[in-house]
């Protein structure tokens, strides 16, 4: 089978939890026999080699995507599997023309798609091909709900095989020094890791930078002496080592939490918000916070391309209260990080591997035309996709 996926979303090195899923999808499959190509953006045009897959990096991908309809076409893959990190939707568009009855959606972040009231960019004519796609996949239930409720698709639950293999050490130690954050920007809860840091000025933080950390969010953790802002690293076992607990104040929309899994499998803590899938992630355990949620964005882009987020005010007294009784109470401590580690192993261990490569070769290209197909959209959306596909025509 040859499957090309794309996205606006660098994927050498990757950067977030939804490129780190789709390789991990990727690798199984490549070490399976699979010829995979990755068509995404970098900082010059090259190509790399992840442990079997193909990674075509493009300077400039958005402003070029006519480079992808030339690869679909000369690379003549069975599938191509369009990832959701792509604002505008001009590589969904593209690949819609490019590779119709052969696409797949993987619906990783809601704030990307193009429908759902979570979207910084509803876009019907973009919908109408994700509604039309082969495939749309999602890797937890509570994102299954809401492309269900959104789209009106149902679409297969593939949790990605991203945690390694068993036995997971156990890294989490009271004793150790860090209440740590992960990507700290204002989606992701800066806001109030801040000021719990300001509360808390005997403890220790750090903060590891991430794909949404502003230069404006790097100065003000810089600003108080007790936090510690850390690089990128390969192995997120180099900073949970050092780690106490977790947190996670998340203020946007989550599709699941992989690093709150992550965390918890190593028998670490984790206070999060309640936002999205990330109680799905938590798995039952406890500290789960709720937060007033960002409801705006103002107009502007911040120096990382996205929309600067309006925080609403939190009440940071739970907060304050889960980091006492974590960092002061062993015991409390303790049955925390021996309960989450046991979820967290429960839950990786009914994973499959090769479940996503299964589900794909399962499906059946679409050989039927263009006309036919959009006869299962509802008639705004077949409207404006035989637009779309009449003016690229034109094109």
């Given amino acids: 089978m040859r499957v090309l996926l794309t996205s606006n979303a660098m994927h050498d090195p990757p950067r977030g939890g939804s490129t780190r899923s789709n390789l991990a999808w990727l690798r199984h499959m490549a ?21 079997g897959i193909r990674i ?12 992808l309809g030339e690869r679909i076409r000369a690379l003549a ?38 429908f759902g009231p979570e979207s910084w960019h509803n876009d019907p004519a973009a919908a109408a091909i994700v509604k039309s796609a082969e495939g749309v996949v999602v890797i ?57 840091a300001r509360r808390f000025p005997h403890l220790r933080f750090a903060a590891l930078n991430g794909w949404g950390t502003t230069q ?36 946007w929309y989550e599709g699941f939490g992989l690093i709150a899994m992550e965390a918890m499998l190593r028998g670490i803590p984790v206070i999060a918000s309640d936002s999205g899938g990330l109680a799905e992630a938590k798995s039952g355990t406890g500290y789960v916070i709720p937060v007033r949620p960002v409801e705006r964005y103002e107009p502007v882009f911040d120096d990382t391309g996205m929309p600067r987020a309006a925080a609403p005010a939190q009440d940071i007294e739970p907060w304050a209260r889960a980091l006492e009784t974590l960092t002061t109470d062993e015991a409390a401590w303790r049955e925390e990080a021996v309960r989450s580690k046991a979820v967290a192993e429960a839950f990786v261990s009914k994973l499959d591997a090769g479940g996503f490569e299964r589900w794909l070769a399962g499906l059946q290209p679409s050989s039927a035309p263009v006309a036919d197909r959009l006869k299962a959209l509802d008639p705004a959306q077949r409207a404006k996709l035989a637009a779309l596909l009449k003016s690229r025509r034109r094109g």
């Avoid at 953790?221 to 947190?247: C, G, M, Y």
């Fill in 216 to 251: 404006a969010d790097r100065s003000a953790i810089a600003r108080l002496p007790n936090v510690e802002l850390l690089a990128n690293v390969p192995d997120i076992e180099e900073v949970l080592r050092s780690t106490k607990l977790l947190l996670m104040p998340s203020l």
């Fill in 31 to 51: 070490g399976r026999g699979h010829e995979c190509v990755v068509v995404a953006p970098g900082p010059e045009d090259k190509v790399t080699n992840d442990a």
């Fill in 77 to 114: 893959p069975g599938w191509v599997l369009v990832s959701s990190e792509d604002v505008s939707h001009i590589l969904l568009r593209e690949a819609g023309h490019a590779a119709a009855g052969r696409l797949v959606y993987l619906a990783h972040t809601p704030q990307f798609m193009p």
């Fill in 140 to 196: 937890g239930h509570h994102m299954a709900a809401y492309v269900r409720k959104h789209l009106g698709r149902e679409p297969a639950v593939i949790h990605p095989p991203i945690y390694g293999a068993a036995p997971w050490p156990n890294l989490g130690r009271f004793g150790s020094p860090w209440a740590l954050m992960i990507n700290p920007c204002t989606v992701k809860g800066l806001p109030v890791f801040l000021e719990l």
């Fill in 56 to 67: 075509e990096s493009y300077k400039d991908l958005s402003l070029r995507p006519g480079v």
